[in-house]
């Protein structure tokens, strides 16, 4: 019984991973609770509750890391708030239109379509949607960095 659990733990947990680069699977958050209903259904007695916590404090890190990128990058090429609300709502149309490619392509033009509205010049409006995409970018090395940490921090807890 607990081979097959640990084996469907980590199919669930690689999906997680795989959510780090699409944005419809809240990555780090899935193998979070993978890893706790893991140890609730075990009694815990093949995770320790502080693994639970330590894979819960990554997925919190990634959400905040999420954050900080995308307004440091945004914000260091001067970006308004209008080209961060473009942005976010030019990658939520493209997602829903395009999926994963549509989300990219979306929040770079909603970056410069949102910072063209307020009369910046097409130069400045382009360094916003290319500070979006590198925000999006280091996001995304970040959190699969973290979400494959995750995972072998379960696996080293429950396997050795």
Not at 126 to 151: C, D, H, Q, W
Request: proline content about 2%.
């Amino acid at each position: 019984m607990n081979i097959i659990l640990v084996i469907i733990s980590l199919i669930i947990m690689f999906i997680g991973f795989i959510g780090t680069f699409l944005p419809a699977i809240p990555g780090p958050g899935l193998i979070f609770f993978t890893g706790l209903f893991y140890g609730i259904i075990t009694g815990f007695e093949h995770i320790a509750v502080i693994t639970i916590v330590i894979l819960g404090i990554l997925a919190i890190l990634t959400i905040i890391l999420d954050n900080v990128t995308s307004l440091i990058t945004t914000k260091k090429v001067g970006a308004s708030k209008y080209g961060i609300i473009g942005a976010i709502v030019g990658g939520i149309i493209g997602f829903l239109s395009l999926s994963f490619i549509g989300l990219i392509i979306g929040q770079f033009i909603g970056a410069i379509v949102g910072e063209l509205l307020i009369k910046k010049q097409f130069k400045d409006s382009f360094k916003v949607g290319i500070a979006t995409f590198i925000g999006y970018l280091i996001g995304v090395v970040l959190n699969s960095t973290i979400a494959l940490i995750m995972i072998v921090i379960f696996v080293f807890d429950v396997i050795i």
